[in-house]
C-alpha cells in the first residue's frame, strides 16, 4: 500500500508562490505516473498537473500552464509543485495521486480522478486578494 502525505499549503497574497511537497511512503512509488488534484466546497475534484515516473513527461491544466512547475524526485521520493503568481482562483485543497495501474516503463498522463488509485489527504491553499 502506498501511502501519499502532502505538505507545504498555507495562506499567500495574490501574485505569491507556494511549493507544495508530495512524499510516498514507499520507493514503489518511482514507477507510477503522479498528479496534482485541487477541489473547492462544492465542486468537482480538478486536474492541476501531471508528471511520468521518470519526470521525462508533464502535463498541465491551462489554468496553471507557465505558473505552476511539477517535478518530482525519486531518489527521495517526492514529487513537488511549485505554484508562481497565485491568485485567488487557485484556492483550493491540493491532492496528489498516484496512478499505480501505470508503471513503467510505460508513459500515460491522464487528467481523471478515477484513474488514479493512491490518494493524499490533501493540503489547503489560500490566496487573499
Known amino acids: 500500500q502506498v501511502q501519499l502525505v502532502e505538505s507545504g499549503g498555507g495562506s499567500v497574497q495574490a501574485g505569491g508562490s507556494l511549493r507544495l511537497s508530495c512524499a510516498a511512503s514507499?520507493?514503489?512509488?518511482?514507477?507510477?505516473?503522479m498528479a496534482w488534484f485541487r477541489q473547492v466546497p462544492g465542486k468537482e475534484r480538478d486536474f492541476v498537473a501531471a508528471?511520468?515516473?521518470?519526470?521525462?513527461?508533464?502535463y498541465y491544466a491551462d489554468s496553471v500552464k507557465g505558473r505552476f512547475t511539477i517535478s518530482r524526485d525519486n531518489a527521495k521520493i517526492m514529487m513537488y509543485l511549485q505554484m508562481n503568481s497565485l491568485n485567488a482562483e487557485d484556492t483550493a485543497v491540493y491532492y496528489c495521486?498516484?496512478?499505480?495501474?501505470?508503471?513503467?516503463?510505460?508513459?500515460?498522463?491522464?487528467?481523471?480522478?478515477?484513474?488514479?488509485?493512491?490518494w493524499g489527504q490533501g493540503t489547503q491553499v489560500t490566496v487573499s486578494s
Open positions: 495521486a498516484a496512478d499505480g495501474r501505470t508503471t513503467a516503463p510505460i508513459v500515460r498522463l491522464t487528467t481523471t480522478v478515477s484513474d488514479y488509485n493512491y
Open positions: 514507499r520507493s514503489l512509488f518511482s514507477r507510477y505516473a
Open positions: 508528471i511520468s515516473w521518470s519526470g521525462g513527461s508533464t
